[in-house]
């Protein structure tokens, strides 16, 4: 049977929080405001703009010009995104052992495709995706499964012989919802007001040598009875 491993992409699959934050920091300047340290920018480099500009700028959605603020930064992260695409450590070497186990793998990502496609390319993993799914293809972003399963459509594998790795808890949520394992990515983009072993995942790892160790049970065992307990506390 055809197995999916299926990754979100900020945070989880590749570390991109330098450059989302190489981009805020460029609008702050043209607003007249001191850089915030990458230490600040990083909790947020999973909640796309609203929490990026959240964190830059103390806006929301329903601030007056968030709208126009969204534009600008989209505008500034378009100009850097590509030019250092960097996946976690150990990520590479994962995915070939996942391709080498005969599994197939993916990508499931609220971040729009003008963005997420390039940067596959750029990491030379476009040909070897078998899926990816983007913020503004499916009719409802995560934590709805739609793109979840759409992904499960595109690789002709069910949910229930796929697993769902992300660092943030509506990766949990659109998983579980999906109908597969979810897996939390500690060593994501996780601010440390956030309680990731209370999101309902089924495992949560602190390193991508973890991540491979539980794959490695996720396979022994495809429905797994959670196993957080198990995991070393996490804030």
């Known amino acids: 049977m055809k197995r999916l491993v299926l990754f979100d992409l900020d945070g989880t699959l590749a570390d991109t929080a330098p450059d989302l934050g190489l981009a805020l920091n460029l609008q702050r300047e043209r607003h007249g405001l001191p850089a915030l340290d990458q230490v600040v920018i990083r909790p947020f480099a999973s909640h796309g703009?609203?929490?990026?500009?959240?964190?830059?700028?103390?806006l929301t959605p329903e601030s007056p010009g968030f709208s126009v603020m969204r534009d600008e930064y989209?505008?500034?992260?378009?100009?850097?995104?590509?030019?250092?695409?960097?996946?976690?450590?150990?990520?590479?070497?994962?995915?070939h052992k996942i391709e080498a186990?005969?599994?197939?793998?993916?990508?499931?990502?609220?971040?729009?495709?003008?963005?997420?496609?390039?940067?596959?390319?750029?990491?030379?993993?476009?040909?070897?995706a078998v899926c990816l799914v983007c913020g503004d293809d499916a009719p409802r972003p995560k934590p709805y499964?739609?793109?979840i399963l759409m992904a499960c459509d595109q690789a002709a594998v069910p949910p229930d012989a796929c697993i769902y790795i992300g660092d943030a808890q509506r990766d949990i949520e659109a998983g579980k919802a999906a109908g597969m394992p979810a897996v939390v990515a500690l060593y994501g983009y996780?601010?440390?007001?956030?309680?990731?072993?209370?999101w309902g995942a089924d495992y949560a790892v602190q390193s991508v040598?973890?991540?491979?160790?539980?794959?490695?049970?996720?396979?022994d065992d495809?429905?797994?009875?959670?196993?957080?307990a198990e995991q070393p506390s996490a804030s």
């Open 49 to 58: 703009t609203k929490g990026l500009l959240g964190v830059g700028f103390g």
């Open 74 to 95: 989209l505008a500034l992260y378009d100009e850097v995104y590509i030019k250092s695409p960097t996946l976690f450590a150990g990520m590479a070497e994962l995915l």
């Open 101 to 128: 186990a005969g599994l197939q793998w993916g990508v499931v990502t609220n971040k729009p495709r003008r963005f997420s496609a390039p940067f596959l390319t750029a990491l030379g993993l476009e040909q070897r």
């Open 145 to 147: 499964p739609d793109p």
């Open 190 to 198: 996780i601010d440390e007001h956030d309680r990731p072993l209370q």
């Open 209 to 219: 040598e973890d991540l491979e160790s539980c794959l490695v049970n996720w396979l």
């Open 222 to 228: 495809p429905c797994p009875v959670s196993s957080i």
